[in-house]
């Protein structure tokens, strides 16, 4: 609970500005991957208070930072942490961690183990990695990309 309160304090204050039919975000730890630290008992209990606070979704990362925690890489690696959440709290959830495919987004979604996806690396890399492997490729033209970036495509 003390661990809390920061974050706690700052949704509230934040909420109170920010535009109630805007969605208001966390990103929080799900896991620190120490013997002693956050454990997933700790984040939903602050994905509880977040939401009473008006925090519209969570994204759950999980602590990697240090050497010690030997943590193990695979693709999809945060996705347990995200859908344990997603099972315990009635809030939106993101999910993140070297999801470098569309198969393994497509499954996260369809098996309801998050409600959205954060990609990042795989952009990085691969910037069109989208748009390449998408099978309806009319379909994403019609989406929301600003005209003005269209020509980048």
């Known amino acids: 609970k003390n661990r809390?309160?920061?974050?706690?304090?700052?949704s509230k204050e934040i909420r109170k500005i920010w535009p109630k039919n805007k969605m208001l975000g966390a990103?929080?730890?799900?896991?620190?991957?120490l013997k002693n630290g956050i454990k997933i008992k700790d984040a939903i209990f602050l994905c509880k208070e977040l939401k009473k606070t008006g925090i519209d979704y969570v994204a759950i990362s999980s602590g990697g930072i240090l050497p010690k925690t030997n943590i193990k890489f695979f693709p999809g690696y945060q996705v347990s942490l995200a859908s344990k959440i997603k099972k315990c709290v009635n809030i939106n959830v993101v999910t993140l961690g070297m999801i470098n495919s569309k198969n393994l987004?497509?499954?996260?979604?369809?098996?309801?183990?998050?409600?959205?996806?954060?990609?990042?690396?795989?952009?990085?890399?691969?910037?069109?990695?989208?748009?390449?492997?998408?099978s309806k490729p009319k379909k994403i033209k019609k989406t929301s990309i600003p005209k003005q970036y269209l020509r980048c495509f």
């Open 105 to 134: 987004i497509e499954k996260i979604l369809r098996k309801k183990m998050a409600d959205m996806v954060a990609v990042s690396r795989r952009f990085i890399n691969e910037p069109k990695w989208l748009l390449k492997n998408n």
């Open 27 to 33: 990103r929080i730890t799900g896991s620190d991957n």
């Open 4 to 10: 809390s309160r920061y974050l706690l304090e700052i």
